[in-house]
């Protein structure tokens, strides 16, 4: 306890303050006392909050119901008033330091009977809070008060009202979280909806912490990202739970919400048994004789306590002019109870983290590590605004290189053809050997961004593309511009993870996640479009080898905005890189991406199609075995069991061999200059305007599903507007568009969210394998359609297109069962 301030109120309702309890997450915390002489905590939410309508609702309908909770193991609710200027909330005030103080910085672990008497009356109270109708959200070692008698369960019910003020309110202003790292649920944790199993979960790692004193998935020892990700993705080390209690801890913190048992399941298994349990009487004794000590001195204090004297503060609440400053403050009347008069202060924000005076953190704060020096950055901090503005750029740059330096040669064919005196097995030499090296080099480019860092990788990548660019560019002869082209595609399977993984890391702010997103998915979606604008008049202006030249120009000045980023970390001292996961899936990718070149060449299954297609199989399968086995996957750990995860990765593949015909299309159907530009707007916009701003209200599903009908349905109208003038078949155009960008952005963010930044890379690498075999997919299914834009005239070509656009679309809402997600990893949890 501390001793009243000059700004804190005298008294709070019908109940006289003495003395400060702690900084909590509803506000102030205050020992009170009624005029009966009962002892109670009250508690005063801040005053931010007091102006959300919304709260106010929420907060009136929660205290009514957190009224009702009964049972013995909890702080009972007394009387609130969700109507003062300030609203409060006073509850049975419990004498006993709480479960994180007890364990963390007194006696330590508790001893097995301890242990198993407490998951017995937590199970019980929460069984009272549910049978309210109510879910606690936030069970954590600080809202576990212990006394003699038993443990005592606090703060339920009131932090569902503080939940309603999300997204860009009030509760992402403060930083507050509903939950505590280290005591989510993988529920809470991807942002889905909540019912009582995530309390269960709670309440697993909460013994876990009594029996061990250690936090789950090392929420004191990693980035809250990388936190989190653990929560939602890997299984709970028990080392140290007593054996009798570890199966049913395990069970409780199932990942699945479905398999752990109820409270009354927990409390029916954990009854003592006097025949068996060394408790003889566990009212008194269910804690070891020092820590009842303890509680007893407690119990002594709080009957010396004598508040001490302090001067009144001035009304500021108040206009100036009521205030007569020769004249004392008014002393009030302890006798008149004014349960409508808002005190005299302005609550102070929420600590974010800390222990409260004397008990440890205070009811409702939220565990989260402090920095180790007020001065050092925290490890997981975000950049700020300019930083990230300027990876962003250097990522989409990064981007667009690697996007305009392939159209120049898909739009070159014919003049590099002549010029270079290649055949026609040299030109498909020359296309076959950027994606086989693109492809199969795909998830090692991820891996090794992470374990050697996004700057190093990027500055490299820009290097070597830029002078394979100058190579070719001044080659003589077939061999060397085709080895050119080969680094070319060993440099891009690194710079596209690379520049991605810039993106998605350069923020834990939503709002700014969803706006990179947004526009990093409109360099991806428009690069084709304006690189045919660019690179086909540039081509026909002067030379091929000129847009060689000056893709090489690009990368060195992208290479040199790099170097002006700060260092990233890399992924660990203890991180290895795991060989046999990299020639599995570079043979895997290798044998697809032949496959489907020799099908498109060949017209026909023939031995080397096939053996191919077979070979691709058995090794992408045992690469995705491997991935569930090895100790340093290429993958994050569990990558595909997020939802919505696999589902995604299959629609990019389907997805990937419709989009691939947009461009062409409209080059096609609609004049190429007005057509292009009218496309590239319309991309931008549905990604900037449209869908990053739906991204947290709109499940990706309907956006993914929705764009990608709009694109089915914006080829349909080219085809019946075609050889009409521009205004007839803008429409078209336009819808294509703005399909494209509403499609981009939700995938990015599902492949992308719970992933920790060290992990960044791989999940990037392994989005840019599917889009790649859909490339692929597309290029020889399609008939070579894509090739050429005027054989997409025959209507029966976007018929094909279209097919697989809607095929996309069905896969999407089917299997991408992810929410909206707000941050790295889902969840809208920031430190």
């Not at 000590?293 to 503060?313: F, I, S």
């Not at 082209?485 to 690194?494: K, N, P, T, V």
């Not at 595909?640 to 062409?664: D, K």
Request: net charge positive.
């Amino acid at each position: 306890m501390e001793q009243l301030t000059a700004e804190d109120p005298a008294r709070i309702g019908p109940y006289r303050l003495i003395a400060r309890l702690g900084a909590g997450g509803m506000g102030l915390v205050y020992l009170g006392r009624s005029e009966a002489g009962r002892t109670v905590a009250v508690k005063v939410v801040q005053a931010e909050c007091a102006g959300h309508p919304e709260f106010r609702r929420r907060f009136a309908r929660e205290v009514a119901a957190a009224r009702r909770v009964g049972g013995s193991w909890t702080a009972a609710v007394l009387d609130a008033d969700p109507e003062a200027a300030v609203p409060w909330v006073a509850t049975q005030y419990v004498p006993g330091p709480d479960l994180h103080t007890v364990v963390a910085r007194d006696f330590g672990p508790l001893p097995e009977h301890s242990v198993h008497t407490l998951a017995n009356r937590l199970a019980l109270a929460l069984g009272a809070v549910h049978g309210a109708g109510l879910i606690h959200r936030d069970l954590k070692p600080s809202n576990v008060l212990v006394t003699v008698d038993g443990p005592r369960v606090i703060d339920f019910g009131i932090a569902r009202a503080m939940d309603s003020l999300g997204g860009d309110s009030l509760h992402t202003r403060t930083g507050m979280l509903i939950g505590s790292p280290g005591f989510m649920s993988p529920e809470q944790v991807r942002g889905l909806a909540l019912t009582p199993a995530s309390d269960v979960f709670c309440l697993g790692a909460v013994l876990v912490y009594a029996a061990t004193g250690r936090y789950l998935f090392g929420a004191r020892d990693t980035g809250l990202n990388v936190h989190l990700f653990r929560v939602a993705e890997e299984e709970a080390d028990l080392t140290g739970v007593p054996q009798r209690l570890v199966e049913l801890v395990g069970a409780c913190l199932h990942k699945d919400p479905a398999r752990r048992p109820s409270p009354a399941e927990v409390a029916a298994r954990t009854e003592p048994d006097p025949a068996t349990d060394p408790v003889t009487d566990p009212v008194t004794e269910w804690l070891p004789g020092p820590v009842l000590a303890q509680l007893g001195r407690h119990a002594a204090r709080l009957l010396d306590y004598t508040p001490a004297q302090r001067a009144e503060a001035p009304d500021r609440t108040r206009a100036p002019a009521a205030v007569t400053p020769a004249a004392p403050p008014p002393v009030p009347d302890p006798r008149a109870p004014s349960p409508h008069t808002p005190p005299a202060y302005a609550p102070t924000l929420p600590v974010p983290a800390g222990p409260s005076p004397g008990f440890g953190p205070a009811p409702g704060a939220v565990d989260v590590p402090a920095p180790a020096a007020p001065t050092a950055p925290a490890r997981d901090q975000a950049p700020p605004p300019a930083g990230r503005r300027r990876s962003l750029v250097v990522a989409a740059v990064t981007q667009l290189v690697v996007v305009l330096d392939d159209v120049m040669f898909r739009s070159a064919g014919p003049w590099i053809q002549a010029d270079a005196h290649l055949s026609s097995d040299g030109m498909y030499q020359l296309f076959g050997v950027y994606l086989l090296a693109l492809g199969g080099l795909l998830p090692l480019g991820g891996r090794v961004v992470d374990l050697v860092g996004r700057r190093r990788v990027m500055v490299v990548a820009l290097a070597a593309f830029a002078a394979a660019a100058v190579v070719g560019g001044s080659s003589e002869g077939p061999p060397v511009l085709i080895c050119a082209r080969a680094a070319q595609g060993a440099a891009a399977a690194f710079l596209l993870p690379a520049s991605l993984a810039l993106v998605v890391t350069g923020s834990t702010d939503p709002t700014a996640r969803r706006r990179a997103l947004g526009v990093y998915a409109a360099v991806v979606g428009s690069g084709s479009g304006l690189g045919v604008l660019l690179m086909v008049r540039l081509i026909a202006d002067l030379h091929w080898r000129v847009g060689l030249y000056a893709a090489a120009l690009i990368a060195v000045i992208a290479a040199g905005a790099v170097l002006g980023l700060p260092a990233d970390r890399a992924g660990g001292s203890g991180a290895r890189l795991d060989v046999p996961g990299v020639l599995l899936s570079a043979g895997g990718l290798v044998a697809f991406t032949f496959a489907f070149g020799e099908l498109s060449r060949r017209h026909g299954f023939e031995p080397p199609v096939t053996v191919s297609l077979a070979l691709s199989v058995i090794l992408l399968a045992a690469f995705l075995v491997r991935q569930a086995r090895t100790a340093d996957p290429l993958l994050p750990p569990h990558f595909f069991r997020t939802p919505g995860r696999t589902g995604c990765l299959i629609t990019s593949v389907l997805a990937g061999a419709g989009l691939l015909a947009v461009v062409p299309a409209v080059s096609s159907y609609a004049a190429p200059g007005p057509g292009l530009l009218s496309l590239v707007v319309a991309v931008a916009i549905g990604s900037t305007q449209v869908s990053a701003r739906l991204l947290d209200r709109v499940a990706p599903r309907v956006l993914i599903a929705g764009g990608l009908t709009a694109v089915a349905l914006g080829l349909f109208l080219l085809v019946v507007t075609r050889d009409a003038g521009v205004g007839q078949v803008l429409p078209g155009v336009l819808l294509a568009g703005l399909g494209v960008g509403g499609v981009l952005v939700p995938v990015l963010a599902v492949m992308t969210a719970a992933v920790p930044e060290e992990r960044s890379g791989a999940a990037s690498g392994a989005l840019a394998a599917g889009q790649h075999m859909g490339v692929v997919l597309g290029t020889v299914l399609l008939g070579g359609f894509v090739q050429s834009a005027d054989r997409l005239r025959a209507p029966i070509a976007v018929v094909w297109v279209c097919g697989f656009l809607l095929l996309a679309a069905l896969v999407a809402g089917l299997t991408i069962r992810a929410k909206a997600p707000g941050a790295p990893g889902g969840a809208a949890v920031r430190p």
